[in-house]
């Protein structure tokens, strides 16, 4: 087997049981009675771990792909004409399915997140956006490493 396509497979692993975590987790939240008098919505902490934990995968694992693909991107076309743009297939060819899938899966969820966490539905929705806050801040300097040019060391 290939390494692409094991990295294909643990990408797509680590997609799936995200997903049914973090859909658990905002289900519940969106469903949970918020009459006067109920007792906020507080999940599991386990459950916070493991979306923590999955989510961390998915974003780390994600920038970390596209980092990869720009760098061998940049390398292979250095000296080229940059006038002209790449095309879908060229693009989807360089990152692959799963890691696009993944960064459009891991921004689509972080919207739902933020969109949970402002409307009042207890402490679950806040505590799944502080949650993803800290996972964005990884993901967002893992995709910082993307501004170091190809050559430097």
């Known amino acids: 087997?290939?390494?692409?396509?094991v990295y294909a497979v643990l990408l797509s692993a680590i997609l799936v049981a995200t997903l049914v975590i973090w859909v658990t987790l905002l289900v519940q939240s969106w469903t949970y009675p918020t009459a006067e008098g109920t007792t906020p919505y507080d999940p599991p902490d386990s459950l916070f771990w493991a979306a923590g934990a999955l989510l961390t995968a998915l974003g780390t694992s994600t920038a970390a792909a596209l980092g990869?693909?720009?760098?061998?991107l940049k390398a292979q076309t250095a000296g080229l004409d940059y006038t002209q743009?790449?095309?879908?297939?060229?693009?989807?060819?360089?990152?692959?399915i799963p890691v696009l899938v993944s960064a459009i899966v891991y921004f689509?969820?972080?919207?739902?997140?933020f969109l949970t966490g402002a409307v009042p539905w207890g402490a679950g929705g806040f505590d799944a956006l502080l949650v993803y806050g800290v996972t964005f801040v990884g993901w967002l300097a893992g995709a910082l490493t993307l501004l170091k040019p190809a050559s430097a060391v």
């Open 68 to 72: 990869f693909s720009i760098q061998d």
């Open 108 to 113: 689509a969820l972080g919207l739902l997140i």
């Open 1 to 5: 087997m290939k390494s692409g396509t």
């Open 85 to 96: 743009s790449l095309s879908r297939a060229e693009v989807v060819e360089t990152f692959g």
